[in-house]
């Protein structure tokens, strides 16, 4: 059984290095998108944010994705899964502020009014 823990461990880190990966590759490619026309005198900032946003969005949920496993997999007290439960809940939060930051809505509101 120490073995499978010592290979879930190798995968949880994985899994965090690539949320890492895709928030810092995410970051340079949208400042780079954003740098090159501004060159030229163009300003894309709103793109700017919405890529970056896009990037920490997607890196903030596999992040999550690598807690919930390393938690599970472990030997799962109370003090383990309240700290889960905190990390989820602020990852929770930035990611549903960034989204109304990008969006300028909340998620669960319906893109077409008629739905």
Avoid: C
Avoid at 1 to 30: F, K, L, P, Q
């Amino acid at each position: 059984m120490e073995i499978v823990r010592t290979y879930i461990e190798y995968v949880v880190a994985i899994i965090e290095a690539i949320g890492v990966m895709i928030i810092s590759v995410g970051a340079a490619i949208a400042l780079v998108r954003y740098l090159l026309p501004m060159m030229t005198g163009k300003k894309y900032y709103k793109e700017l944010r919405q890529d970056l946003g896009k990037a920490i969005l997607l890196g903030l949920e596999i992040l999550v994705a690598a807690d919930i496993i390393a938690t599970v997999s472990t030997k799962p007290d109370l003090q383990g899964v309240l700290i889960l439960g905190m990390i989820i809940l602020i990852r929770t939060f930035l990611s549903i502020s960034l989204q109304v930051e990008l969006e300028g809505k909340f998620p669960w509101k319906n893109k077409d009014p008629e739905l």
